[in-house]
């Protein structure tokens, strides 16, 4: 079965140092990944996602994530962290269909400032 | 949150009671899905459908019901047969079909469920 795993539960960060978000996968065949931001009370937002060329993703705000194949993962990035980056990131991967997605159970990010 | 709308906002239900969730949208998207989120857990399918007047179970079906009579409406009904609805529902939409795959989904702003 097609799964993620975020082995982090909360991350803290200062205001203006980078920040990384861990995710890892477990796939067969290609890995079709994907990472979501949820701020308090709200549906998801789409960040950016991986489904084949290079390895380095840029998204929305700032947000890229690298692929690596090697160690299984994709791990979300950006260079200088702002307070309002603040919120419940999840990684995604496809899975059961191309179009049927499994979540990761979520990274909660407080940048400090 | 797109355009993509859920009401109400939050919900409560009594013991035994049925209640239905409304999700519209006006994307044009074929698929649409509804998701259970409980802190700690990530989300969770519940059912999905890609296309008008069909619908496929997710990992926690029982105790839930939808219909899919229009492309732009997918409620979701929360049964007595549920025994802990208490949680936030997102439903969401993504284009659908073999010329445009791997396609991100968009998701409403959510309702709350709560069980007195």
């Known amino acids: 079965a097609q799964s993620v795993a975020q082995p982090e539960d909360q991350v803290n960060v200062a205001e203006g140092n980078p920040l990384t978000v861990k995710c890892t996968y477990s796939?067969?065949?290609?890995?079709?990944l994907f990472w979501y931001v949820q701020y308090p009370n709200r549906g998801l937002q789409f960040l950016l996602k991986?489904?084949?060329?290079?390895?380095l993703v840029k998204g929305s705000y700032g947000f890229e994530a690298e692929f690596n194949k090697s160690q299984t993962s994709f791990h979300l990035k950006k260079p200088s962290a702002l307070v309002s980056d603040s919120a419940l990131y999840f990684c995604a991967t496809l899975s059961g269909g191309y179009q049927k997605v499994t979540f990761g159970t979520g990274t909660k990010l407080q940048v400090i400032p | 949150d797109g355009g993509i709308t859920q009401s109400p906002k939050y919900l409560f239900r009594k013991e035994g009671q049925n209640v239905t969730l409304s999700c519209e949208q006006n994307l044009n998207h074929d698929a649409m899905y509804w998701y259970r989120q409980d802190p700690g857990q990530g989300l969770r399918l519940i059912y999905y459908s890609q296309i008008v007047n069909d619908f496929q179970k997710g990992d926690i079906a029982e105790g839930y019901s939808v219909s899919r009579e229009k492309k732009e409406s997918f409620p979701l009904t929360v049964t007595s047969a549920q025994k802990n609805p208490t949680a936030f529902y997102l439903c969401?939409?993504?284009?659908?079909?073999?010329?445009?795959?791997?396609?991100?989904?968009?998701f409403g702003p959510g309702t709350r469920l709560t069980v007195l």
């Open positions: 796939v067969s065949g290609n890995p079709y």
């Open positions: 969401a939409s993504s284009i659908e079909g073999l010329a445009v795959p791997y396609n991100e989904q968009f």
């Open positions: 991986y489904i084949t060329g290079d390895n």
